[in-house]
Nanobody, 122 residues
Framework: QLVESGGGLVQAGGSLRLSCGTS????????MGWFRQTPGKEREFVAQ????????KYADSVKGRFAISRDNAKNTVYLQMNTLKPDDTAVYYC?????????????????WGQGTQVTVSS
């Protein structure tokens, strides 16, 4: 089970840090990702990190503003979001994937949290 936290209301230009924790024993072997969704739109990829933390990938829309990281000792993955824009408003979901690839293909993420709302006001 994945549990997100850290969402909220922030003004444009501000920052938030999302956290996603799990009790899964194999967390250290899982690729982790963040996705987001707004009403009427499909869920979109935001960022992902490999099980070791050595490899990361970002959506073009968040490159240079968001940073994904993980602490395997705490079974937690983070998404630091800086210079937030109103377009970043969405429900943010944490997801996990087990893959032998360098980075899990985004369509293979198969375990999801309940989501946390991020609202950026202009």
């Amino acid at each position: 089970q994945l549990v997100e936290s850290g969402g909220g209301l922030v003004q444009a230009g501000g920052s938030l840090r999302l956290s996603c924790g799990t009790s899964a024993r194999n967390f250290g072997w899982l690729d982790m990702g963040w996705f987001r969704q707004t009403p009427g739109k499909e869920r979109e990829f935001v960022a992902q990190i490999s099980w070791s933390g050595s490899n990361v990938k970002y959506a073009d829309s968040v490159k240079g503003r968001f940073a994904i990281s993980r602490d395997n000792a705490k079974n937690t993955v983070y998404l630091q979001m800086n210079t937030l824009k109103p377009d970043d408003t969405a429900v943010y979901y944490c997801a996990s994937c087990r893959s032998s690839a360098i980075l899990c293909p985004t369509q293979d993420f198969d375990s999801w949290g309940q989501g946390t709302q991020v609202t950026v006001s202009s």
